[in-house]
């Protein structure tokens, strides 16, 4: 087999016991093409209501980015928890200031930090027993359970870590008992981009893994090789879709040979060495030691590919940016609009990148018996025989994705034709570059995945209900002094005179009754002084 072969084809090396190769394509202009149509539509957008006026772009930009932020501003940047705060210290003040108010309690005093500190109806849960049969204490130990089942509830709703949620996917199919050997019917390649988009690759058609492993075996050697290519999109698309001149709705050069990699010692047990330093490379190599001490190789390179072409869906929760290589989406691929453009021609500077990679995910540590935690998962999804493992991802399929984010991150601003176009090496400034598409738009909805999820919508809920009940409780009241503030309530105690009642408590702090004696908050006139005094049992 030529090593030189420019159709993906992995070059094999003579001694080993197994081969994987993760071939990665980016598609060269993946967008869904359609002859003579222009990537800057020129209608009028506008987002509207059957049942209502039409709302201007400019209009429903800003409010929808508003609607969209405010729930989890309110919580992650903590302004629903002081809106909670705010309202125990207006309620508390004012009763203690009220001679017929009853009073307040040290217990109830502590309320406001249970929002922010949970872990304190722990420490202190002598405080729940006088405070949290209270209307105001259902109130805060509410807020404090919305608090922590919040990020929860919203990331539940959302998308998961790419590498995870693809070993999740596979689960979920064992779960399911839905496992195949087939290639096309196994999780595919997925990634997030900006944290906001799931991306979604796709598995190219490859010789059966059994045929290879026979056609690559010797008298002396049994091989198992399998060998797959992720398509992943073009990431430029996600900034075109999203740039401001296309108006559209939102939420190579050189072929290096190659040589035979060079390892300096065989790994032990689960462990795994690198190879990607060298001159003139194209690929990086990991060898990888089975539980059985079996060692397979496994060869990671980038290339680009005509035959696919890239869709990116964008609502308010997020955007998918996913490959079509399928032969129903060959109308759309890059190869329709380019019919010169090649396969498998090899980008010899993603090396560089995949080594920083493998590095940093301590793909090395067998070097010196580092028994890394990733090299241990990846040895177990090596395959015992010459066909995919129905209920279990390869070491090839694994390594494909968990690389694929390198892929991604080194097609930002890249160009969207196979080859480079300007006649100086770099650009002084950003250049925009168009490429054919086709623009749709229709109506969003939101909402989980799945129906278990449905449950979380109690919490964004009574995210909300509390709120309100806060701005219904302050609008028609003048604010006061918030005496329950610590700097307010430790300058109130100082001027204040010595109590019997928390006789004891100055050392360790009130317990017991003491947490259930009312205060109230007294002035004298004529001084235009505040004082603190108890007011007997509770």
């Not at 919040?150 to 496992?179: C, E, F, K, P, V």
């Not at 047990?269 to 194209?282: E, P, W």
């Amino acid at each position: 087999m030529d090593p030189n072969a420019q159709d993906g084809t992995p070059a094999l090396s003579e001694g080993t016991s197994s081969l994987c190769t993760a071939d990665w394509t980016s598609p060269d202009d993946q967008s869904p093409i359609s002859p003579g149509t222009s990537v800057s539509p020129t209608y009028h957008r506008r987002s509207f209501s059957r049942l209502g006026p039409v709302i201007e772009e400019d209009t429903a930009y800003p409010g929808a980015g508003i609607g969209e932020t405010t729930p989890d501003l309110a919580v992650d940047h903590g302004l629903g928890i002081k809106y909670i705060k705010s309202l125990s210290g207006q309620a508390l003040s004012r009763r203690a200031l009220l001679v017929k108010g009853g009073g307040i309690t040290i217990a109830e005093m502590s309320m406001r930090s249970w929002v922010l500190q949970p872990g304190t109806m722990i420490t202190h849960w002598q405080t729940l027993r006088y405070a949290a049969i209270t209307f105001l204490g259902v109130l805060a130990l509410l807020a404090t359970i919305i608090a922590m089942l919040y990020t929860t509830a919203s990331d539940a709703l959302g998308i998961y870590h790419n590498y995870m949620q693809y070993l999740g996917s596979w689960s979920q199919q064992i779960a399911r008992n839905n496992g195949s050997d087939e290639l096309a019917k196994r999780p595919g390649p997925i990634a997030m981009l900006y944290d906001n988009t799931t991306v979604v690759g796709s598995w190219l058609p490859a010789e059966a893994m059994a045929e290879v492993s026979q056609k690559h075996s010797t008298p002396h050697f049994s091989r198992v090789v399998n060998n797959v290519t992720a398509a992943m999109p073009h990431a430029g698309v996600f900034a075109a879709a999203r740039d401001p001149i296309n108006r559209i709705m939102q939420p190579q050069d050189f072929k290096y040979g190659r040589r035979h990699p060079v390892f300096p010692k065989l790994p032990s047990k689960y462990n795994s060495v690198l190879n990607g330093s060298g001159a003139f490379i194209d690929s990086i190599y990991l060898l990888t030691t089975s539980a059985d001490d079996t060692y397979t190789l496994c060869s990671l390179r980038a290339s680009l590919t005509k035959d696919c072409s890239t869709k990116y869906n964008a609502s308010m929760g997020g955007g998918v940016l996913s490959t079509h290589c399928s032969k129903d989406d060959k109308i759309f691929s890059y190869g329709k609009s380019e019919p010169l453009a090649t396969n498998g021609v090899i980008n010899s500077d993603w090396a560089n990148v995949a080594t920083d990679w493998a590095l940093a995910l301590s793909l090395n540590a067998g070097i010196n018996e580092g028994n890394a935690s990733n090299a241990r998962m990846l040895s177990q999804f090596i395959p015992s025989k010459p066909t995919l493992e129905a209920s279990l991802p390869s070491i090839t399929e694994a390594l494909a994705v968990l690389s694929g984010c390198t892929l991604l991150i080194s097609a930002i601003d890249s160009p969207f034709k196979h080859f480079w176009n300007h006649s100086s090496v770099t650009l002084a400034e950003p250049e925009l570059e168009s490429f054919e598409a086709i623009v749709r738009t229709q109506d969003y909805s939101s909402g989980g995945t799945d129906p278990w999820q449905n449950v979380f919508h109690l919490v964004l809920f009574s995210t909300f209900g509390l709120n309100f009940i806060c701005l219904i409780y302050k609008l028609p009241k003048r604010m006061i002094t918030d005496f329950i503030d610590p700097q307010n309530m430790f300058s109130l105690s100082m001027n204040s005179s010595a109590s019997q009642a928390l006789e004891g408590a100055c050392g360790g702090g009130p317990e017991k009754e003491q947490l259930g004696l009312s205060w109230f908050i007294n002035c004298d006139a004529e001084r235009h002084h505040f004082f603190i005094h108890e007011g007997g049992g509770k």
